[in-house]
């Protein structure tokens, strides 16, 4: 295999083979529609599609969500959304081929951090061969299935782009000690935080690599180089939590976030996600192949739960102790220390889902630049070239079998129902591809299976009660509206199929009503403005005209409003 300069433009063939990769394992799925979290928080919330929204990106930490019930400081994050929504309309194809091109930049980054780390671990190593580690690195990780859901998801390329930013700063940390580094590290160590809360994670990172680069430096010294990040880190999280107490950003959203969607993770059950991390290493460490993991995982218990807990602390030490050792072994050390580090904040937030394949696209970074060095390290052409073809054919095929599914809704929640049946949430997006589907029957029984594990669920209740709307069996909306309304009087969505359930009835007045307080809990929302036209012109009132007006100035691309403020203007012209 042939020597590769630093750099990108030295390397022109090497970028174009990394994007190439990249769109071969990921590229089918570009065209998907909207998926998952996509929905609520890109599809269904036209404030992220607005310029006029940008200011609040950094002063509404509940702008990213159209539930209202999600708290998310992620102003850069929703920038790249806003450019993506101007471009395409409202098309999901510029998110995905952002998200994709994010890939690519994310692997050219990750070769440049190989090439930064790999001599303070390697004294003495070849500068061309640390180059081509580098650059084997960036395949590695360009084809990875783990990065399946970062790609195909939009909102999840919130974990792609905190870890280029982040991988960027740990970069000219590992370079070197200057000023212009260090200001340029904190600088990209800012934007991180700003695209996600868990890139409070370079903090630890920052420690591990300011005391690998530190040389002949004391300890003490080494560790030094870290503050600046560290500091940043720390600021951070005091702002944060004054956030969510105290101050503008910490206005709560129109209604409670419902108790039933709260799932709590014992203490002990903490440990146990580390745990699993630790077990998925194996596969992940040195050349890692096909590891696909599920957006839910379950939570063990009973004596693997004390196994888990029992490994977890030590194999962090053993891992410590091995990075001592300038070998194989510490090489190895790294890996594995760095993998736990990445995923601590998933860890000690006590999250149940630590392992989603959207969160691990940094903790990738130090496995692959041990990997990208393993495969430049064989001396035989051949054999190097025939291994790298195999394995990057390997990790591009579970990838692209991974995203296959995708290209459709009903094939993915099929799979997902089939893989994973005892998750709830993938019954109720199964129920949601169904009925989008027009397949009523199929779509009842799967929101029937969400709700067997979780009858109180507000957003399951939701979903029944819109099937049966749909299926014409206002009875059984009605009892579902109620059930929901008991858990979560002013959920919006419940307020708005009980309008359209009692005015398909002719019970107008108590519509109206519904209607009414639909617009005083959310008063942004178009939907609930459309709705209360709807009541008012059923009533033959000339205030339907304000309400469907007020509902297409929320948001412009509601055909319906448009068409329905047409209607009302006819019926009473200016």
């Known amino acids: 295999m042939p ?3 630093s750099g990108v ?24 529609p909207f998926q998952f979290d996509d ?56 998110y995905r081929i952002t998200s994709l091109a994010l890939l690519i930049v994310y692997a050219v980054v990750g070769a440049h951090f190989t090439g930064a780390i790999l001599p303070r671990l390697l004294p003495g190593a070849s500068p061309d061969r640390v180059t081509q580690a580098g650059w084997l690195a960036a395949l590695l990780v360009a084809v990875h299935p783990l990065l399946n859901e970062t790609v195909l998801l939009a909102s999840s390329r919130s974990s792609l782009l905190m870890a280029v930013f982040g991988l960027g700063a740990l970069t000219l940390l590992a370079g070197g000690h200057s000023s212009a580094r260090v200001g340029a590290g904190v600088t990209l160590t800012v934007l991180a935080l700003l695209t996600k809360e868990t890139a409070v994670a370079l903090a630890p990172l920052a420690v591990l690599v300011a005391f690998l680069a530190g040389g002949g430096q004391r300890h003490l010294e080494r560790l030094r180089r870290a503050v600046p990040i560290v500091t940043v880190v720390a600021l951070y999280v005091a702002f944060y939590l004054m956030a969510r107490s105290v101050g503008p950003l910490s206005e709560p959203p129109p209604t409670e976030f419902p108790a039933s969607l709260v799932r709590d993770v014992p203490l002990l059950g903490r440990p146990t996600q580390g745990g699993l991390a630790l077990l998925g290493l194996a596969r992940l460490l040195v050349l890692p192949i096909g590891l696909s993991l599920s957006h839910e995982v379950p939570v063990p218990s009973g004596p693997i739960l ?38 601590a904040p998933f860890v000690l937030a006590g999250l149940n889902t630590p392992m989603a394949e959207h969160r691990v696209a940094l903790a990738l970074a130090g496995p692959a630049a041990v990997g990208g060095w393993a495969l430049a390290s064989l001396e035989a ?55 989008n589907a027009g397949d009523l029957s199929r779509a009842r029984e799967a929101i029937g299976r969400a709700l067997q594990d ?13 099937v049966e709307m749909v299926a014409g069996d206002l009875g059984r909306v009605g009892e579902l509206t109620r059930a929901g309304l008991v858990v ?47 009541v008012r012109f ?20 509601n055909a319906e409003a448009a068409h329905n403020l047409r209607m009302a203007t006819d019926r009473w012209p200016e």
Not at 538 to 557: C, F, K, N, S, T
């Open 3 to 5: 020597a590769v300069r």
């Open 381 to 435: 052409g051949w054999v190097k070239r025939g291994l790298v073809a195999g394995l990057v054919g390997v990790l591009a095929a579970a990838s692209l079998v991974q995203a296959l599914p995708w290209r459709t809704p009903l094939r993915l929640w099929t799979r997902e129902v089939q893989l994973h049946p005892q998750s709830a949430r993938a019954w109720s997006f199964l129920a949601s591809a169904s009925r």
């Open 9 to 32: 433009l030295a390397a022109p063939w090497m970028l174009v083979t990394i994007a190439l990769a990249a769109l071969a394992a990921h590229g089918v799925a570009v065209g998907i």
């Open 454 to 466: 979780s009858p109180r669920h507000v957003i399951y209740l939701t979903q029944a009660a819109g």
């Open 538 to 557: 059923l009533r033959g009132e000339r205030a339907a005209v304000l309400a469907y007006r007020r509902a297409v100035e929320l948001d412009p691309a």
């Open 306 to 343: 004390g196994l888990a807990v029992l490994l977890w602390p030590l194999a962090l030490v053993a891992c410590a102790l091995l990075l001592r050792r300038g070998s194989v072994q510490g090489l190895i050390g790294f890996a594995a220390l760095w993998f736990a580090l990445a995923l």
């Open 39 to 94: 929905v609520h928080q890109i599809a269904d919330n036209p404030a992220l599609r607005e310029p006029g929204s940008l200011p609040r990106f950094f002063t509404d930490p509940w702008i990213g969500s159209s539930t209202g019930h999600v708290f998310f400081y992620r102003p850069l994050l929703f920038m790249t959304f806003l450019v993506d929504g101007m471009i395409g309309g409202g098309s999901p194809v510029p």
């Open 488 to 534: 979560e009087p002013e959920h919006v969505p419940l307020l708005l199929l009980e309008t359209e359930r009692l005015a398909r009835v002719g019970q107008l007045d108590d519509a109206l009503r519904y209607a009414q307080r639909a617009t005083q809990v959310a008063q942004g929302s178009s939907a609930a403005w459309n709705a209360l036209g709807n």
